[in-house]
Nanobody, 124 residues
Framework: QVQLVESGGGLVQAGGSLRLSCVAS????????MGWFRQAPGKEREFVAT????????AYADSVKGRFTISRDNAKNTVYLQMNNLKPEDTAVYYC?????????????????WGRGTQVTVSS
């Protein structure tokens, strides 16, 4: 059984920064691929970023490229999302996701495990 617990969300002004963390527990192979998604009110859950086990395979949504950075510390079973230059349109609940896949995946349906989410609110 894999459990994912997010933290680090909050209220920040436009242009500010936040760092989200996601601590994973469970079998190591279940977290080969980890990702961040977000869902704003009235919208579908959308891909934000993903990272492979070694940290070498990453991908980002066009809307966050150059502003967000995903990383992981396998010794701490933790994946991070550093968010800089935040915009009001980044406001959403951010979810951590994990899967045993070794390939890059960006569709929510391809991830087997999910956290409960952490709220990020960016004021203008």
């Amino acid at each position: 059984q894999v459990q994912l617990v997010e933290s680090g969300g909050g209220l920040v002004q436009a242009g500010g920064s936040l760092r989200l963390s996601c601590v994973a527990s469970g079998p190591r192979f279940s977290t080969n691929r980890m990702g961040w998604f977000r869902q704003a009110p009235g919208k579908e859950r959308e891909f934000v970023a993903t990272i492979g086990w070694s940290g070498g395979t990453t991908a980002y949504a066009d809307s966050v490229k150059g502003r967000f950075t995903i990383s992981r510390d396998n010794a701490k079973n933790t994946v991070y999302l550093q968010m800089n230059n935040l915009k009001p349109e980044d406001t959403a609940v951010y979810y951590c996701a994990a899967d045993r896949s070794y390939v890059l995946i960006v569709a929510p349906d391809d991830y087997a495990y999910w956290g409960r989410g952490t709220q990020v609110t960016v004021s203008s």
